[in-house]
């Protein structure tokens, strides 16, 4: 994974639910993204969450609904 340029924000991330049915689990995430020299526009975000959503398919195995 190649690391972000410094200027990159970070999202904050929580667990904010946990659901257990059976052998299943299901995890509702809350994710801040910030950055402290400027306002972030929907793209940027967009683009992160793209990012995020892809490392979760390719690394973990897990399901995004």
């Known amino acids: 994974i190649r690391r972000p340029p410094r200027s990159t924000p970070k999202p ?3 667990a904010s639910d946990v659901y257990k049915r059976q052998d299943k689990k299901s995890i509702a995430l809350g994710l801040i993204f910030q ?3 400027r306002t972030l526009n929907d793209d940027e975000i967009d683009e992160y969450m793209l990012k995020i959503n892809q ?3 390719k690394e ?3 399901i995004i609904r």
């Open 12 to 14: 904050s991330s929580a």
């Open 35 to 37: 950055s402290k020299s």
């Open 55 to 57: 490392l979760i398919l």
């Open 60 to 62: 973990m195995n897990l």
